[in-house]
């Protein structure tokens, strides 16, 4: 785990609670919960309001990434220390993440160290979908507002634990559709096309899984393989080598990533089929813009990671303030091709 703190955290003000993001629907728990704010507010300790005018209300903030070996994620965090900079007054950050893409637990145990830590919220890009949801639960019976950004936590598991966690991230969906729309211009029906899939619990890399086969079997290209890179370059590089093997007569390679697009970009190189085998990502890293204007990338997609979290910082504050309520917030992506980083 790396873990960074910037600014002071002057703010402890527990055991605090956060009605509106648990949603305990049956009767026994709904009348614990009541019985809680009864108890919490007679001891005054579940209003800010009440909050003593010389406590300088400075709240903690913890974003919680997956890994910063990927520029994605190291970009997020720039950003999001940037905007701290330029909020100094307002908050204080702890920036975390996780060496593993895979590794669960070790984010399940930076979510235990930041409830232990008694920060004010939580902001977090889940590494899966539905397996932090019951570390993120204990988070909110803590007393902290939670922020899902950038991959969604599932809606089922999230009903079943009777929670709401407010989603601030894109229409990754939406955003793939636009990559394979373009992809499939420089294609004609019945073109091989094999798509490369992020970690699959991820709904991110389900939903970018979906909106690239949207564009391409409306434009009647044929799919003939879908795999897990695990959104890995290495993972994926030798995914493609293989796919590349298999399909002599595949036209291109459709990564839910950019460290996996470049993975495919060096397997085609290696196979020696560069100019034969189209290759698309998502996130817009640095590195992939290069391989765009050198040709060798046709095209991705800008999420905005350096904005990402600096959106959720955004809606944890403004909950903090109790400003926002548990709201999801749709966040821009763009499609990059040659033409638009001339
Ligand atoms: C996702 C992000 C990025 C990234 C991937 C790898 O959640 O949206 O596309 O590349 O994680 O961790």
């Not at 939580?122 to 590494?127: D, E, F, G, Q, R």
């Not at 894109?170 to 373009?182: L, M, Q, T, V």
């Not at 420089?186 to 091989?192: H, I, M, Q, V, Y």
């Not at 400003?323 to 499609?335: G, W």
């Amino acid at each position: 785990m790396f873990e960074s703190r910037i600014g002071r955290n002057l703010w402890h003000s527990r055991p605090r609670l956060c009605e509106n993001q648990l949603q305990h629907s049956r009767g026994r728990l709904c009348h614990m919960l009541i019985m809680l704010i009864v108890a919490l507010t007679l001891i005054g300790c579940g209003d800010r309001s009440s909050k003593p005018a010389a406590d300088n209300d400075n709240p903690t903030i913890a974003l919680i990434m997956k890994s910063l070996a990927n520029e994605f994620f190291s970009t997020m965090a720039d950003g999001a220390r940037d905007h701290q900079k330029a909020h100094a007054d307002e908050y204080s950050l702890i920036v975390n993440g996780i060496k593993d893409e895979r590794d669960l637990a070790q984010q399940m145990s930076i979510v235990e160290q930041m409830i232990a830590q008694q920060v004010d919220a939580i902001v977090i890009a889940p590494a899966d979908s539905k397996a932090l949801a019951p570390v993120l639960k204990r988070a909110l019976e803590a007393g902290v507002v939670v922020v899902n950004i950038d991959n969604k936590l599932d809606d089922g598991v999230l009903e079943q634990s009777g929670i709401d966690i407010p989603f601030v991230g894109p229409d990754n969906r939406d955003g793939a559709r636009k990559a394979g729309e373009h992809l499939a211009k420089t294609l004609k029906p019945g073109d091989e096309v094999a798509i490369l899939e992020g970690v699959p619990t991820a709904f991110n890399g389900q939903q970018r899984r979906a909106g690239f086969e949207d564009a391409l079997k409306a434009a009647e290209l044929k799919i003939v393989a879908v795999q897990s890179g695990q959104w890995e370059m290495a993972k994926a590089n030798s995914v493609a080598a293989a796919m590349l093997s298999e399909h002599p007569n595949l036209k291109a390679i459709a990564a839910s990533n950019d460290s996996m697009a470049l993975g495919a970009a060096a397997a085609i190189k290696a196979a020696g089929r560069e100019g034969q085998v189209k290759v698309v990502g998502f996130d817009n890293i640095s590195a992939v813009q290069q391989m765009i204007k050198d040709g060798k990338i046709l095209a991705t997609v800008d999420q905005h990671g350096d904005q990402l979290a600096v959106y959720g910082i955004e809606q944890a504050l403004a909950m903090l303030k109790g400003q926002a309520a548990a709201d999801d917030r749709q966040t821009p992506t763009d499609l990059i091709t040659a033409e638009s980083i001339k």
